[in-house]
């Protein structure tokens, strides 16, 4: 799965959760569904002395969430309040992305070495070094460069963990409880990014205004935190995650698993109308890319720079609690929609319902309101409408590219597609910063004329399965690796 609020895909697995009441239709799109019933098929159902999946998938989620949170929101807060300028923090953090974008490359090789719990818990003692090692570096001259490293190694472990938390879930939970879970995995996941784009920046405001401490002392405690808290998940899965079912791909070694990686990517794109359907998933968020890197920048930029002069306490108030609580609400409602008229037939309201609400922005660029109920109701508007118009994403990408030979990995791709305009977006948005001379209405105002061609593509997307159970592909299903 991908990053914040695409970071917000994981929490659409609730959503999916609502549409497999729609029939076979949606149902036969689900990433769940067919390569779970085949692999457990192949492996026995949980014995009595099995580890109960409330003892270790909220916790999982959760150690998912976190991480994905701190990379990919929470360090520009940081930058932003030590000083780093808006069109630096633009440019080093989106970079941070590429794991999520180059995850596929290596998901296959996890497959054949170890165990996929092995990978999770190694990947969450990792993440806890490397932030410890973050927390360590900002007090020091050179603080930027060496956090930007240290944040570089939470990415790429968050990302395997990601590929390696999902497969656990998947091979190990029978498809019964996958669909009972499912929401719960979206629930913690979200409160995951509540914990650190909502409670911890808003940890630091309070330290900052009502203890007196600088703001790096407010942020080598909250990252410490953060740190403490993978090291707490990675002592707890091993004594409850368990190890998950081994794929076809388990023992071959480096060669297997580089033959079945160029054999996923030779027939992911082979596809039918493939690249007309890339297109329309990258686009589909482009202009939720710059609202996504420099909202928060807003929010906090003082009067004088034209922003909304909102402290950290604030900030984690709306933009992280209760901006991920309403995308939850609307990735909720987008689901029954979706259960209600098929993909297709809701596919072109979704995305007008993701990009209209940009308005939002450029109203709150444009009149600048001092009342912070104010702009915590507009927030959520925005938040509420990504929720719901990323359902749109997330289906099409299992129903109409995922199916076939290798869906897991083809998944994999298709969300690392998407992690690529996060990158793509976040790293230009510094230079349309600088282009508009440093005005946010005129930067949220580009931002509106960007939200155009996701909706165009969004009426052209192809739909080459039109919820066809490609059963054939089902039962030639090659397991490489999770999402």
């Known amino acids: 799965m991908a990053l914040a609020n695409e970071t917000p895909s ?196 309070w330290l900052h205004n009502h203890m007196g401490l600088s703001w790096v002392q407010c942020w080598v405690i909250v990252v410490a935190l953060a740190a403490a808290a993978m090291a707490l998940f990675g002592l707890y899965h091993l004594r409850v995650l368990p190890p998950g079912w081994p794929s076809h791909l388990h023992g071959q070694g480096l060669a297997g698993g580089l033959k079945a990686t160029a054999e996923a990517w030779v027939t992911f794109f082979q596809k039918p109308q493939i690249w007309m359907m890339l297109a329309v998933i990258f686009f589909y968020r482009f202009g939720e890319g710059f609202i996504e890197k420099f909202g928060p920048l807003f929010l906090l930029d003082g009067a004088a720079a034209g922003g909304l002069g909102l402290d950290n306490e604030a900030l984690g108030h709306i933009n992280g609690t209760v901006g991920t609580l309403s995308f939850i609400a609307g990735a909720f409602l987008g689901g029954f929609f979706v259960a209600r008229r098929t993909l297709p037939r809701s596919f072109f309201t979704l995305a007008l319902v993701l990009n209209i609400p940009h308005l939002t922005y450029f109203y709150l660029a444009q009149t600048l309101p001092a009342d912070t109920a104010t702009i915590a109701v507009v927030v959520a508007l925005e938040k509420f409408g990504f929720g719901m118009g990323s359902v749109g994403h997330m289906l099409y990408m299992m129903q109409q590219i995922a199916p076939g030979p290798f869906r897991m990995a083809h998944y994999a791709m298709a969300t690392g597609v998407m992690a690529l305009t996060k990158w793509g977006t976040g790293s230009v948005s ?27 593509l969004a009426w052209l997307a192809p739909f080459p399965q039109d919820g066809r159970e490609d059963t054939a592909a089902a039962g030639n299903e090659a397991p490489v690796g999770a999402h």
């Open 430 to 456: 510094g230079l349309l910063w600088n282009a508009v001379g440093h005005h946010y209405s005129s930067f949220f105002g580009w931002v509106l004329v960007f939200s155009v061609p996701p909706v165009l």
């Open 10 to 205: 994981r929490g659409l697995h609730e959503a999916a959760a609502r549409i497999r009441a729609a029939g076979p239709a949606i149902q036969s799109g689900h990433p769940r569904s067919r390569p779970a019933q085949r692999q457990h098929e192949a492996q026995p159902a949980m014995t009595q002395t099995s580890r109960h999946p409330l003892t270790w998938v909220p916790s999982l989620y959760l150690a998912m969430g976190l991480p994905n949170v701190m990379v990919g929101v929470v360090a520009a807060i940081i930058y932003k309040n030590l000083g780093v300028s808006n069109e630096d923090i633009a440019l080093y953090t989106s970079q941070m992305y590429l794991p999520w974008v180059l995850k596929p490359l290596w998901a296959p090789l996890l497959e054949t070495y170890r165990s996929k719990r092995f990978w999770v818990i190694g990947m969450e003692f990792a993440m806890a070094a490397a932030l410890g090692l973050v927390a360590l570096c900002l007090p020091l001259a050179d603080f930027f460069r060496l956090s930007l490293a240290f944040f570089w190694i939470v990415g790429f472990a968050s990302a395997t963990q990601d590929t390696c938390a999902d497969g656990v879930f998947m091979t190990t939970v029978s498809k019964t409880d996958q669909a009972r879970y499912s929401g719960l995995q979206g629930m913690c996941w979200n409160l995951g990014a509540v914990i650190a784009s909502g409670l911890l920046v808003s940890l630091t405001g």
